[in-house]
């Protein structure tokens, strides 16, 4: 248990060090310095420890801004920092279904309650309900796959809609990003 803590410490100082970074140089000077290679390995590491909260999605959405403001290729960014914010939801994932274990009364109560309710819909549109909500709103995906762990829903089933539309959001989020800089050129502004 210490070993989660010390691990825990870590990435906050990473998302910490990462954001104070960004508040204080330029997207330029960090893409010019990183490179483009470099650039989707920090898309990487930031989205799958840095895009898994409603706390820490600050740093994910102002990485991909950058990245893409900086010229990086959108789909590139897309699939890199989906699968990286996948593995973090995984762990978001992991966490709910152990959620039973400690939970007290009336948390298992609530937990019954949706892992019931989950289990009468059709798994296509639990799937479908994952896509859209990981892919197309800007909505902390803890929240969903908390409660899906909970609810005990396959993981197998989650997982494709859980990824594609992580990768969706990043490459919408990255176009909007690189339209606003394209905006910014021809305007001057």
Same mark, same amino acid.
């Given at each position: 248990?210490?070993? /989660?803590?010390?691990?825990? #410490?870590? @990435?906050?100082? *990473? ?5 104070? /970074? ?8 960090? @893409? #010019? ?7 989707? $390995? ?5 989205? %799958? ?12 959405? %102002?990485?991909?801004?950058? /990245? #893409? ?8 960014? +897309? ?11 995984? *762990? ?6 152990? +959620? ?10 609530? %937990? ?16 479908? +309900? ?33 990824? /594609?539309?992580?990768?969706? *959001?990043?490459?919408?989020? %990255? #176009? ?5 800089? $394209?905006?910014?050129?021809?305007? +001057?502004?």
């Amino acid at each position: 248990m210490k070993q /989660l803590y010390y691990t825990l #410490a870590g @990435i906050l100082i *990473l998302l910490v060090g990462w954001s104070i /970074l960004l508040i204080h140089v330029p997207p330029t000077e960090i @893409i #010019a310095y990183l490179g483009v290679e470099n650039g989707l $390995l920090v898309a990487f590491l930031v989205s %799958a420890f840095g895009g898994v909260s409603t706390a820490t999605s600050v740093n994910y959405y %102002a990485t991909v801004i950058t /990245l #893409a403001a900086g010229g990086t290729s959108i789909f590139a960014l +897309g699939i890199v920092a989906g699968i990286g914010i996948t593995i973090g939801d995984s *762990l978001f994932y992991y966490l709910g279904t152990r +959620g039973h274990e400690i939970l007290t009364k009336k948390g298992s109560e609530w %937990a019954k309650k949706v892992e019931v309710w989950v289990n009468k819909q059709h798994p296509v549109m639990i799937q479908v +309900g994952a896509y859209v909500y990981t892919g197309i709103t800007p909505l902390p995906n803890d929240v969903l796959t908390v409660g899906l762990g909970v609810a005990e829903y396959s993981y197998r089933r989650l997982l494709p809609a859980l990824l /594609l539309g992580n990768i969706t *959001l990043t490459i919408l989020v %990255a #176009a909007f990003a690189n339209q606003i800089g $394209l905006i910014q050129t021809v305007f +001057g502004i």
